[in-house]
């Protein structure tokens, strides 16, 4: 392992600035596109560790260049940066400071655990190659991978493989998973206004009752995954929304649905859209409702190359042993736009345990209570290392 288990010894007796740096961006969230202190903060730290560094690349991204050796492999490493629109009430001391904006997701501990891999790569670690550290703007919805990618990311940064990890309530602390293949499911979203004729809740034949049609298109969709997707393949149809209506006596001319659409498999997904859009025109029309559906396509379905994640799987079993690593690991139904840049370089998106049930750790993302647990950048980082110093290895190159 080269000098991973030095530079280990090293991260940890100077893991309380990363905690600090970690809780100090924790305090002050940002949204995507928003991140100016947080990019600043993590562009004059890179610069200060001797890395090349490239900012407002799409919007608020930084990249820190990092060459050594003449060899002709290149890596890249992305943290996440923002924050979201959510009021913080875990109680910490470190709380947000921001009313309504909190790091609810752990972007904060991803961003520092990057960092704390940035300095001790760049201070001590033997590697022959070119490693790209990518902090990104915008991944909680707004497609901040994207952005950077047409900023011209990976023609500016080439990798020939990326790497990325999420920190993940419910699994053990500093416990590694991976999972080869599909592993997080696309996110696509549709609007659904119903439009039909309005009238007094006593004669409702003189009308085109749109909370009934509405009503009936809810149950209705629970059959999409039930009895035309195959039981083997993932896929939810969620609806989160539904308004109509003020009064009692009042039927509305207009409804509206508001829906999440995943699938673990890129034909489910386009299966889901199909078969959605047929159910409810079909189903509205039945009611003598008209249908207006407005589809937005999210984040992409989330696929681990092989090589790479073997890869990872491995620097982690060497670093940390069996007990800590599950290299079978379950996909989730969440997404991640990092699939996108998946989409674009082969390379491995992998979860690290934020705490087990029952403990402070197990409070779920997006959640007021969340919290990054601070025990895990010393693994997090370490990690890296191992990843940088297994991936750019002299004489392989």
């Given at each position: ?19 600090r ?12 596109f ?85 300095r ?25 991978a994207?952005?950077?990618m ?33 592993s ?16 007094h ?14 009503a ?23 609806v ?23 699938a ?10 199909e ?5 409810v ?34 620097v ?22 990092f ?34 647990n ?22 392989e190159?």
């Amino acid at each position: 392992m080269m000098q991973t288990a030095y530079l280990g010894e090293a991260l940890t007796e100077r893991i309380g600035e990363f905690v600090r740096l970690r809780r100090d961006i924790h305090a002050h969230p940002e949204l995507g596109f928003e991140e100016h202190r947080t990019a600043a903060l993590v562009a004059g730290k890179l610069a200060d560790w001797g890395y090349e560094v490239f900012t407002g690349i799409g919007g608020t991204g930084v990249v820190g260049r990092l060459v050594r050796g003449s060899g002709r492999k290149r890596l890249g490493l992305r943290a996440d940066m923002d924050a979201l629109p959510i009021q913080e009430d875990s109680g910490r001391a470190w709380a947000s400071r921001s009313p309504g904006l909190m790091h609810g997701c752990g972007h904060d501990g991803h961003t520092a655990t990057l960092l704390a891999a940035a300095r001790l790569i760049a201070e001590d670690a033997q590697f022959d190659g070119t490693l790209h550290l990518i902090f990104q703007p915008a991944e909680e919805g707004g497609g901040g991978a994207l952005r950077m990618m047409a900023d011209g990311l990976f023609e500016r940064f080439p990798c020939d493989a990326v790497f990325a990890l999420h920190n993940m309530p419910g699994l053990e602390t500093g416990h590694f998973f991976f999972r080869q293949g599909p592993s997080m499911t696309s996110s696509d979203y549709a609007t659904i206004t119903l439009h039909g004729v309005g009238g007094h809740g006593a004669m409702p034949h003189t009308t085109a009752d749109t909370v009934v049609a509405a009503a009936s298109i809810v149950t209705a969709l629970q059959t999409v995954v039930s009895r035309n997707v195959d039981p083997l393949h993932t896929a939810v149809v969620t609806v989160g929304a539904l308004h109509a209506g003020q009064a009692n006596n009042v039927i509305p001319a207009q409804a509206k649905l508001e829906m999440s659409v995943r699938a673990l498999d890129p034909q489910v997904r386009v299966l889901l859209r199909e078969r959605i859009c047929e159910l409810v025109e079909l189903q509205a029309a039945s009611l003598k409702v008209r249908a207006e559906i407005d589809w937005r396509e999210g984040y992409a379905v989330l696929v681990n190359a092989s090589g790479p994640t073997r890869l990872a799987a491995q620097v982690a079993l060497e670093l940390f042993g069996p007990e800590r690593v599950h290299t079978e690991a379950k996909p989730l139904t969440a997404s991640e736009d990092f699939a996108f840049m998946l989409e674009k370089v082969p390379g491995c998106y992998f979860l690290v345990g934020n705490g087990g049930p029952g403990s402070a750790g197990a409070c779920m993302v997006h959640n007021p209570g969340y919290d990054f647990n601070d025990e895990i950048i010393e693994p997090g980082a370490r990690m890296w290392l191992g990843l940088v110093e297994n991936f750019l290895v002299a004489g392989e190159n």
